[in-house]
């Protein structure tokens, strides 16, 4: 069993104002994004101005913000929303769901590439690759802040949590953080070094992000108020299962 480093999940704190690890895994994840997506802009759709890709890469943050968290609002906390609707607003609680997010983004580029004129599925196509580096430091941000453990096990790289009892657990922060992180940005940057149909690279990552959250759920803590649902599955396999058939559409509908 190994020891869980004991993190500070705040990382700086002056008066009330508190930097905390999970925000600026965040900020770091658009720092470096945005010069990966001018490096990509410049490859493979050279029309499209620098200025234009600043401009979605905020709509894109609004999206992952207010996305994120409604998603976790509605899709794990249904019951609590309707007698406290007032806690959609309180973001300092924590709470971010990925699919939530993900429609988020998806419907805010979805707007702005119709203002602009430009394809939807070919602009995702140029943004997808980055966003698994985004997933690599999110979960490496739940890591430190040692949430969303996995269930119990005795395997020699199992971690007792702060909060999660006295059982050593699977690390599954970490586990996605390496499919759902560096495997799938592997996998994405190597496929998208030529352009491809438009919606292959985001189907590719549907698929990817779809099978690696569903294998790493069977080891993930289920949500304590939810536990399993129908079929013995968690809400985020059910969750990611049309992602996976989304993105086999989009991969297969140019083959013949």
Same mark, same amino acid.
Request: charged residues 15%; aromatic residues 12%; glycine residues 14%.
């Given at each position: 069993?190994?020891?869980?480093?004991?993190?500070?999940?705040?990382?700086?704190?002056?008066?009330?104002?508190?930097?905390?690890?999970?925000?600026?895994?965040?900020?770091?994840?658009?720092?470096?994004?945005?010069?990966?997506?001018?490096?990509?802009?410049?490859?493979?759709?050279?029309?499209?101005?620098?200025?234009?890709?600043?401009?979605?890469?905020?709509?894109?943050?609004?999206?992952?913000?207010?996305?994120?968290?409604?998603?976790?609002?509605?899709?794990?906390?249904? +019951?609590?929303?309707?007698?406290?609707?007032?806690?959609?607003?309180?973001?300092?609680?924590?709470?971010?769901?990925?699919?939530?997010?993900?429609?988020?983004?998806?419907?805010?580029?979805?707007?702005?590439?119709?203002?602009?004129?430009?394809?939807?599925?070919?602009?995702?196509?140029?943004?997808?690759?980055?966003?698994?580096?985004?997933?690599?430091?999110?979960?490496?941000?739940?890591?430190?802040?040692?949430?969303?453990?996995?269930?119990?096990?005795?395997?020699?790289?199992?971690?007792?949590?702060?909060?999660?009892?006295?059982?050593?657990?699977?690390? +599954?922060?970490?586990?996605? +953080?390496?499919?759902?992180?560096?495997?799938?940005?592997?996998?994405?940057?190597?496929?998208?070094?030529?352009?491809?149909?438009?919606?292959?690279?985001?189907?590719?990552?549907?698929?990817?992000?779809?099978?690696?959250?569903?294998?790493?759920?069977?080891?993930?803590?289920?949500?304590?108020?939810?536990?399993?649902?129908?079929?013995?599955?968690?809400?985020?396999?059910?969750?990611?299962?049309?992602?996976?058939?989304?993105?086999?559409?989009?991969?297969?509908?140019?083959?013949?």
């Amino acid at each position: 069993m190994l020891t869980f480093p004991q993190f500070d999940p705040v990382l700086v704190q002056v008066g009330p104002l508190a930097i905390r690890w999970y925000g600026l895994m965040y900020t770091i994840s658009f720092l470096l994004g945005w010069p990966l997506l001018k490096l990509r802009g410049r490859r493979h759709m050279p029309e499209v101005s620098v200025e234009v890709l600043g401009d979605l890469l905020i709509w894109i943050l609004a999206g992952v913000v207010l996305g994120g968290r409604l998603g976790y609002v509605f899709f794990y906390q249904t +019951s609590l929303v309707f007698h406290d609707p007032l806690m959609v607003l309180r973001v300092w609680e924590g709470g971010m769901s990925f699919h939530g997010g993900l429609a988020g983004v998806l419907l805010a580029s979805g707007i702005y590439c119709r203002r602009q004129g430009l394809s939807l599925l070919a602009m995702a196509d140029l943004v997808i690759p980055i966003v698994p580096l985004g997933l690599f430091l999110g979960r490496i941000g739940n890591f430190i802040n040692g949430e969303l453990w996995g269930r119990a096990t005795d395997l020699p790289w199992a971690m007792v949590f702060p909060g999660a009892g006295p059982l050593p657990r699977h690390p +599954s922060q970490l586990y996605e +953080s390496l499919l759902e992180g560096l495997v799938l940005l592997g996998v994405l940057w190597w496929l998208g070094r030529i352009r491809r149909p438009p919606g292959f690279l985001l189907g590719v990552f549907f698929i990817g992000y779809g099978a690696c959250r569903f294998l790493v759920e069977f080891v993930r803590e289920p949500d304590a108020h939810l536990g399993l649902l129908t079929l013995g599955l968690t809400m985020g396999q059910w969750l990611t299962l049309p992602m996976f058939l989304i993105g086999a559409w989009l991969v297969l509908r140019h083959r013949t």
